[in-house]
């Protein structure tokens, strides 16, 4: 109950996980948000374009070329989505895993 986490491929903020955080927040209490992303993901470099051709699906992956912009984005959109507004914090990391260094973004 301290925690609610919500994984998916790429750790991007979609459709799915607005839903997820609006009935985590209105339903569940949470009040703040973390957004934790990593280096060498195991799709990295890789395009959507690639991505669509290797799965056949003609849906977007969300690929990530600049990982803290990326999550600046993910967490602007967050913070724009007028349901979400009771969230008292909003967070993100990106942990370098070559490195162990941890990029820490806080958006109020």
Same mark, same amino acid.
């Given at each position: $109950? &301290?925690?609610?986490?919500?994984?998916?491929?790429? $750790? /991007?903020?979609? &459709? &799915?996980?607005? /839903?997820?955080?609006?009935?985590?927040?209105?339903?569940?209490?949470? &009040?703040?948000?973390?957004?934790?992303?990593?280096?060498? /993901?195991?799709?990295? $470099?890789?395009a959507n374009a690639e991505l669509a051709h290797i799965t056949g699906a003609g849906i977007d992956f969300f690929t990530i070329d600049d990982y803290v912009e990326t999550l600046r984005a993910d967490l602007q959109k967050i913070r724009d989505t007028p349901y979400l507004s009771i969230l008292y914090e909003v967070a993100g990391f990106v942990l370098n895993v070559d490195s162990g260094h941890i990029t820490e973004i806080i958006e109020a």
């Open positions: $109950g &301290d925690a609610h986490v919500i994984r998916n491929a790429g $750790g /991007r903020v979609t &459709d &799915d996980v607005l /839903r997820s955080l609006a009935l985590s927040s209105h339903a569940l209490g949470v &009040d703040s948000v973390v957004v934790m992303q990593h280096t060498r /993901r195991g799709l990295a $470099g890789v």
